[in-house]
């Protein structure tokens, strides 16, 4: 929820920016939405619409909220409790960053999943998939391309030699052991963390020291079990912020992002992906290049400020 300063009498974008944000608590103190689990499902969606409307009601006792802004679901938050916020005033953004495999979803117990079933309760629909923007707009959703973002203040390059030749953060199902044990037989070490991995979850706080550290941060741009079908990630542009070599499937998305080759580098198949390790792990004069020119560009045009002064605008359009 953000709240423009009192003081303010307008409501341009860069009011916004000084504003202050209430950030959703599912339980007392803590903050995300309550999760389902197993027959749960109902049960979660309408407390997290109810801790929703309660947390609004409380906040609007204290002055106006204007933005309601959050990556929901209609299996997880209520939509009737969004119309409900939308009714005291308030303006309902959602951000979906799965659309192109999950706009629609599947039916669990009775209610679909997809982001597509929030359309009737949002005012600006947040996609990372540029396609999908006409999706929502066939059904009457206002929409807006808005791919994931990073924070050069958070993920940054460190001082001191790199530690580790290449990593990985992201859980191990699909395609991910085969490149990864595909680099290990070119004698390149890569450390992994996640699910299914030896060494298990990292710490969030932890990524961008390992992500700096780390002479090739990998990126595995496809979806699910495929092996041809891709999405944006969030390490798309976490790992050029860090400031290493970013190497990941060739997704077309990225053409219009970075500049491959001089910014980030690609790769179609793992094998393709071991001899490209390899050769940077032995030019690391190269890699380094790539991945400050990869910071440049990121710093520039892909943080999360840039992103929310595109949606400020366009609300203000609305």
């Known amino acids: ?18 504003s202050e944000v209430i950030l959703f608590e599912g339980k007392p103190g ?20 109810r801790q929703l409307i309660a947390q ?44 192109r495999h999950v706009f629609k979803g599947r039916k669990v117990n009775g209610v679909w999943s997809g982001t597509s079933g929030l359309i009737p309760s949002i005012d600006l629909a947040c996609t990372a998939a540029k396609e999908c923007c006409l999706w929502y707009q066939v059904e009457g959703c206002p929409s807006i391309y808005l791919p994931e973002a990073s924070d050069p203040e958070f993920f940054k390059p460190l001082p001191g030699s790199k530690l580790y030749d290449v990593c990985f953060v992201g859980a191990n199902y699909g395609i991910r052991t085969k490149i990864v044990k595909g680099i290990e037989k070119q004698g390149v070490k890569v450390t992994c963390y996640g699910s299914g991995w030896p060494n298990g979850f990292i710490e969030t706080k932890k990524i961008p020291q ?43 998305d990225l053409e219009e992002l970075f500049a491959i080759g001089k910014e980030i580098q690609t790769y179609t198949t793992p ?15 190269e890699a380094e290049a790539i991945g400050m020119s990869g910071r440049a560009r990121a710093a520039k045009e892909h943080t999360w400020e840039k992103r929310f002064e595109k949606v400020f605008k366009t609300i203000k359009i609305i």
């Open 1 to 18: 929820m953000i709240r423009r300063p009192p003081r303010s009498t307008l409501f341009p974008y860069t009011t916004l920016f000084r």
């Open 30 to 49: 803590k903050y995300e939405q309550i999760l389902p689990k197993g027959t749960d499902l109902k049960i979660a969606r309408n407390e997290n619409g």
């Open 56 to 99: 609004v009601d409380k906040a609007l006792k204290r002055g106006p909220i204007h933005i309601v802004i959050g990556q929901m679901w209609p299996h997880v938050m209520d939509p009737q409790a969004l119309q409900i916020i939308r009714n005291k005033g308030l303006v309902v953004v959602n951000i979906a960053m799965d659309d």
């Open 210 to 252: 390992l992500f700096a550290q780390s002479r090739i941060v990998l990126g595995v741009g496809t979806i699910g079990h495929c092996t041809d079908f891709y999405s944006l990630k969030m390490r798309d542009f976490d790992g050029p912020m860090s400031g290493s070599l970013y190497l990941t499937h060739h997704n077309p």
């Open 271 to 285: 094998e393709e992906c071991a001899k490209k390790v390899q050769y940077y792990i032995n030019h690391p004069s």
